[in-house]
């Protein structure tokens, strides 16, 4: 079957992984499409779509083998939430949620811990949440201010939690939660938050006593994931649900964002491909002075530069996967690149194709106006746009101004703001 754009990635994949692209695309054709509209109707959990990717081990792509999963390399995850997204912000986001909120405990917990909670995960048994944002941090983790005292001075020594988060995916339907929190021992309970408290990352039943998991909170899109406050009042956690070394928590939040941030790029470029197929096909079907929508100038000018940009994007995406993949130092810098580019070009292609779709695309019957909607989230999510442009920004900076960064052959030698 003919398809608008490029299938080129498909061949950079082995064939079980095409297979599964394949599989992927029936859901979407057969069932996750046509139902897309009913599960965006109202903010609850999406739980047939999730039993559905579970079924069909799309899911299974965020862990390991070990545990039932398939460990997949980021450049199948990709392209899995790229098809989904062409349909359903809902199913897409429950692909790259449990990469989000099982990463930390797949790279993290221990033997023990993994072989009891890992197949359950895998199998949709059990559902965990990611709670890093608060009131006062959200994209600068650092100024989290939600603490985990340590309750002794050994490594055996379990931890109260104290604090709140805040816009937790997936937290009123969780079994278990992730926790980032800043560590600190007894002597130093109750002082101010100190920029050498080590992050801790720890997990945490739903029925931990002192814990309190909110009613969903009302939002403008995505429906099908509903978010919900989390607060800890004095909770303990026993040291064996510690998430690696204390001190290690900053990494392991860092690692599940940056796998998260691709999926926001790929969930993002595959809406505005759906966008855009939707926009052409109205307009080959719209007549406007005595022709077809499409067969003026101007209106196929909009749609290749949609469709040419999206490519862009598709690229970068891919190449940002394959860094990570490769385990590439600048992974987190390509991934911030492709979430910047994607999320925002996602958001123009859906406005430029409601408008193209006329009154038709302001309907809630047209399905341009829920992409219109989940579009913007995307821009917002695991770091938003200008906070990116902060990363990117400052890593230029820092690795121009390095002793060992190549300099530009055309110029001398020296400071530039000499005179020469």
Same mark, same amino acid.
């Given at each position: ?173 969780? $079994?278990?939660?992730? +926790?980032? @929190?800043?560590? &600190?021992?007894?002597?130093?309970? =109750? !002082?101010?938050?100190? #920029?050498? *408290? ?34 800890? $009042?004095?909770?303990? +956690?026993? @040291?064996?649900? &510690?998430?690696?070394?204390?001190? =290690? !928590?900053?990494?392991? #939040?860092? *690692? ?165």
């Amino acid at each position: 079957m003919t398809r608008l754009f490029s299938e080129r990635f498909l061949h950079a994949l082995e064939p079980d992984e095409r297979a599964l692209v394949e599989t992927t695309r029936r859901l979407v054709r057969e069932t996750i499409g046509p139902n897309a509209e009913a599960v965006a109707h109202e903010d609850v959990f999406a739980s047939d779509t999730f039993r559905l990717l579970v079924e069909h081990r799309i899911i299974g792509t965020a862990f390991p083998r070990r545990h039932g999963g398939s460990d997949a390399r980021q450049r199948l995850r990709i392209r899995l939430v790229e098809e989904l997204g062409r349909v359903c912000s809902a199913a897409a986001s429950l692909v790259t949620g449990a990469d989000l909120s099982c990463r930390a405990i797949v790279a993290g917990a221990s033997d023990a811990v993994a072989d009891r909670l890992l197949p359950a995960l895998c199998n949709g048994t059990i559902q965990a949440a990611f709670a890093l944002t608060e009131p006062g941090a959200g994209s600068d983790v650092r100024n989290l201010a939600t603490v985990a005292v340590r309750e002794g001075d050994d490594e055996s020594a379990g931890y109260r939690v104290s604090g709140r988060k805040k816009f937790i995916t997936r937290a009123n339907v969780a $079994d278990w939660y992730v +926790v980032i @929190a800043r560590g &600190r021992d007894l002597a130093h309970a =109750d !002082g101010p938050i100190h #920029a050498n *408290d080590p992050f801790v990352a720890l997990l945490m039943p739903r029925d931990a006593a002192g814990l309190t998991v909110g009613e969903p909170t009302p939002k403008l899109g995505w429906f099908g994931v509903p978010i919900a406050e989390l607060r800890f $009042d004095d909770v303990h +956690v026993d @040291a064996k649900w &510690r998430l690696g070394q204390e001190g =290690d !928590g900053y990494a392991l #939040a860092q *690692d599940a964002l940056v796998r998260a941030r691709l999926g926001h790029a790929s969930m993002a470029l595959g809406r505005a491909m759906g966008a855009v197929e939707i926009a052409a096909t109205y307009c080959c079907d719209r007549s406007v002075f005595g022709k077809a929508l499409g067969a003026h100038q101007g209106v196929q000018w909009m749609l290749a530069d949609a469709l040419t940009q999206i490519e862009a994007g598709r690229s970068l995406v891919d190449a940002a996967a394959q860094s990570y993949d490769r385990g590439d130092a600048d992974a987190a810098v390509q991934a911030s690149m492709a979430k910047m580019y994607a999320t925002d070009l996602g958001m123009k292609v859906c406005t430029d194709a409601l408008q193209l779709s006329g009154g038709r695309g302001y309907l809630k019957s047209f399905p341009l106006e829920r992409f219109f909607r989940d579009a913007k989230l995307n821009q917002i999510g695991e770091g938003s746009s200008e906070v990116h442009r902060t990363v990117i920004g400052r890593d230029i900076v820092r690795r121009m101004g390095g002793a060992d960064m190549e300099r530009h052959s055309c110029l001398p030698e020296g400071v530039l703001t000499t005179d020469f």
